[in-house]
């Protein structure tokens, strides 16, 4: 029984492995451009056209002279046999009832399945081609185009693409048609004594504007147009336009320290231009010349920054694009006029630095201009150093203290850790780092030499005589602890009168409403506002409105409140964001630890300006925090948990919260 069982197993596997061998292949789907051979089966036309019924050749397309047709019984399970193609390969355009459905749906048809691997046409491989590159290109780089050529001592190039001369165009001039027999008309390039034969398309001289999309690339031994074929290469490029990114590195420095300005432009400029603007000081239209990789650096030296002022520039890198020119340039023999295509001269010098700077963007946004531009955002200011919360850290561990500054990349910081009596515990130096915005340091410590209890940390700059500027010292207090316990819940305690409040972390279903937050404050009658900066309008919260991390809330409470908070359990959830308009927002501080404003505002770090929180004890908002201020305004100090702020934004932006 056992034998049978087993036998009739075997006999199952091969069956099923016979089935399995002999099922048909799946249906390829032939497109506009494909190539289909000889003995393929099974292909699917419907990707011609739907309704497709022949496939026809014309030994004169514009003279409508047909030399073979192609029934199509079914478009979806169409089988090529030598008989169909009558010993005519070459071009097949598609037809449906109608007649021809249009020229650009057609199929490059081969005599046998070997043929047209590299996409050349039919039997011989007498021209080939290729493109150097991924074969995505922005307009105005040089594309290499090249291969052999084995029949003529003469290569013709041309391009069809979107709405371009259906017999194709020259490749430096796409608004000429190529004519059969007519060298002129074509892109001609000599072949080399070993078949070699290379071209460079400056795809910045095309004898007019083109548009991005994807183009084809005919290589022929003949004079003949699209229409035309006969030996030939081809190879796909797609065109895009040209995107200029940049950035400030650092993007905050002191006096006398570097800063470069850099980036990347694609479409093969030879410069960018920079202009800046800040505190009763312009910078225009220095040339910063961009690598063939594309790349590009503006170094302002520390002799430069050692003489700018305190406080907020911006910097406009210009990209000329496709034709290289400068659309929005100074007028020669002037210092400071700008000229633009179908613009009145302004002479920047008569205009204040946040004028002349707007003076600038809205002639680089006319119309009439191609040019595009980034507007990068820096700092000179005093020194400052930021320490990242540090919160609680396990005994007889090991954990990083680090933070951020202004100060020069290779800068030295001195790092002390003292205890409730003072004493050093823990000290050295640490070298500052460079970072992606502003620069870094970090200072590792080994909880193993530290006992349970508080301790502070210093961080203080070192000065040397070359230094323009004074020492910097920042601290920090921290703990040592037996264990961590991660917050569940958390505070918020309301003082009499108005608060400005806000959650730090999404709270749990069912804790998360008006009523369930808020329904134990004795509110006198008022009601709990919100703001919205995109409509400008207040809103007062009913008993199901949710809250929100990083919304602000106001609440009046009659007396002194501790409101509990019930935070939600982890899961998989991404972290909260909110929408911000240009304008005030009243925002939410989204940690259970208090971060420095720099940080937690880092996401929209462009575009903000103001911070200013709401002190409910005086009953009187505190001093404004600013982007990249100094001294009591510098954006190194706190923002902290439940608390709400208003936020000042030039422009739109998505803030991102610090926690989950």
């Not at 419907?46 to 478009?75: E, K």
């Not at 823990?426 to 193993?448: H, P, R």
Request: with cysteine; hydrophobic share 45%; aromatic share 8%.
């Amino acid at each position: 029984m056992t034998v049978y069982r087993n036998s009739l197993i075997v006999c199952c596997i091969l069956l099923l492995a016979m089935a399995l061998l002999c099922a048909p292949a799946a249906a390829r789907t032939v497109y506009p451009g494909d190539t289909v051979s000889v003995g393929e089966e099974n292909l699917d036309l419907t990707g011609l056209d739907p309704s497709v019924v022949s496939l026809v050749h014309y030994s004169d397309f514009a003279a409508g002279s047909a030399d073979n047709s192609i029934d199509v019984a079914n478009p979806v399970a169409f089988d090529l046999t030598e008989s169909n193609i009558g010993g005519i390969p070459g071009t097949y355009y598609a037809w449906n009832a109608s007649g021809l459905i249009e020229p650009s749906i057609a199929v490059e048809v081969l005599a046998s399945p070997d043929a047209g691997q590299d996409d050349v046409t039919p039997a011989e491989t007498a021209i080939t081609m290729t493109a150097e590159g991924s074969g995505t290109y922005a307009l105005g780089d040089e594309i290499v185009l090249s291969g052999t050529c084995t029949d003529n001592i003469t290569v013709f190039l041309f391009l069809t693409g979107p709405n371009l001369a259906i017999n194709g165009v020259k490749l430096q001039d796409v608004t000429a048609c190529v004519i059969d027999g007519d060298m002129t008309t074509f892109t001609a390039v000599a072949v080399e004594a070993d078949d070699t034969w290379e071209y460079r398309w400056d795809t910045s001289c095309l004898g007019a504007v083109m548009d991005p999309g994807r183009y084809t690339i005919y290589a022929e031994s003949e004079l003949r147009n699209y229409m035309n074929l006969a030996q030939y290469a081809a190879v796909d490029v797609a065109l895009e336009v040209p995107t200029l990114t940049a950035g400030a590195h650092p993007a905050s420095v002191v006096q006398g320290d570097t800063l470069v300005l850099s980036g990347t432009a694609t479409g093969s400029p030879a410069n960018v231009y920079v202009w800046i603007f800040g505190p009763n000081f312009r910078l225009l239209s220095n040339a910063a010349s961009v690598a063939a990789n594309g790349t590009f650096a503006y170094t302002l030296s520390p002799a430069w920054t050692a003489n700018l002022a305190w406080g907020r520039y911006n910097a406009v890198i210009q990209h000329p694009m496709i034709n290289g020119m400068q659309d929005v340039c100074i007028v020669p023999g002037t210092p400071a006029t700008i000229s633009a295509p179908g613009m009145t001269p302004v002479n920047l010098a008569y205009l204040t630095s946040s004028a002349a700077r707007d003076a600038l963007i809205n002639a680089l946004n006319s119309p009439a201009v191609d040019d595009i531009y980034v507007e990068i955002p820096f700092w000179i200011g005093e020194p400052w150093i930021v320490i990242d919360p540090i919160g609680d850290q396990l005994a007889n561990t090991s954990f990083l203290i680090d933070g951020t500054t202004n100060l020069a990349a290779s800068e030295t910081l001195r790092v002390a850790i003292t205890n409730v009596s003072n004493l050093t515990v823990a000290s050295g130096n640490v070298t500052v780092g460079e970072g992606e915005l502003n620069n870094t340091w970090s200072f590792a410590v080994d909880a193993a030499s530290l006992e349970i209890g508080e301790y502070t940390v210093t961080v203080n700059s070192t000065v040397t005589e070359e230094s323009v500027w004074s020492a910097v010292s920042r601290s920090a207090a921290f703990r040592v602890v037996e264990s961590i316990v991660p917050p569940s819940a958390a505070t918020l305690d309301l003082a009499p009168g108005w608060n400005f409040v806000s959650v730090p972390k999404r709270l749990a279903d069912g804790n998360d409403n008006a009523s369930a937050v808020f329904g134990d404050v004795d509110t006198a009658m008022h009601s709990i506002f919100r703001y919205d900066a995109a409509t400008k309008l207040w809103s007062a919260l009913d008993a199901n409105s949710t809250i929100e991390p990083l919304n602000g809330y106001w609440v009046y409470a009659n007396t002194s409140t501790a409101v509990d908070l019930i935070f939600a359990s982890g899961g998989a959830a991404t972290p909260p964001s909110k929408t911000l308009a240009a304008g005030w927002n009243a925002i939410g501080f989204s940690s259970t630890v208090p971060a420095s404003a720099h940080d937690a505002l880092f996401s929209v770090a462009a575009a903000w300006t103001n911070a200013i929180g709401w002190d409910a004890d005086s009953q009187e908002y505190g001093l404004a925090i600013v982007n990249g201020g100094s001294g009591a305004y510098s954006d190194s100090r706190t923002m902290d948990p439940g608390q709400g702020y208003w936020l000042f934004m030039t422009e739109g932006g998505e803030l991102a919260a610090l926690t989950g």
